[in-house]
Nanobody, 123 residues
Framework: QLQLVESGGGLVQPGGSLRLSCAAS????????IGWFRQAPGKEREGVSC???????NTRDSVKGRFTISRDNAKNTVYLQMNSLKPDDTAVYYC?????????????????WGQGTQVTVSS
């Protein structure tokens, strides 16, 4: 059974950091591109960053320089390092997978989704 499980969310003060993890089970991530998406209350789910199966990345402008995506295929896990967090980053963060050498930040391109992890940035 294909499954993606996010972890690492929580409450952090503005300017703080969190590292989210997306662990896959039931399949190997080697041939999959992985995307991180987020959804704030009352807003559409938006793409944050993605990493292709060959290591190419794509990151939305509002988080460039603050968020870094990486993958460890040996651990079957993708990470999202989030630094200099702002209240606007508050959302449920989801990881998603699709089998492709390249990645895009389009929700409809992804086939498998995790359940999400809450990130709250507040003082």
């Amino acid at each position: 059974q294909l499954q993606l499980v996010e972890s690492g969310g929580g409450l952090v003060q503005p300017g703080g950091s969190l590292r989210l993890s997306c662990a896959a089970s039931g399949f190997s991530l080697d041939y999959y591109s992985i995307g991180w998406f987020r959804q704030a209350p009352g807003k559409e789910r938006e793409g944050v960053s993605c990493i292709s199966s060959i290591g190419l990345t794509n990151t939305r402008d509002s988080v460039k320089g603050r968020f870094t995506i990486s993958r460890d295929n040996a651990k079957n896990t993708v990470y999202l390092q989030m630094n200099s967090l702002k209240p606007d980053d508050t959302a449920v963060y989801y990881c998603a997978a699709h089998r492709d050498r390249f990645c895009v930040l389009l929700r409809g391109s992804y086939d498998y989704w995790g359940q999400g992890t809450q990130v709250t940035v507040s003082s």
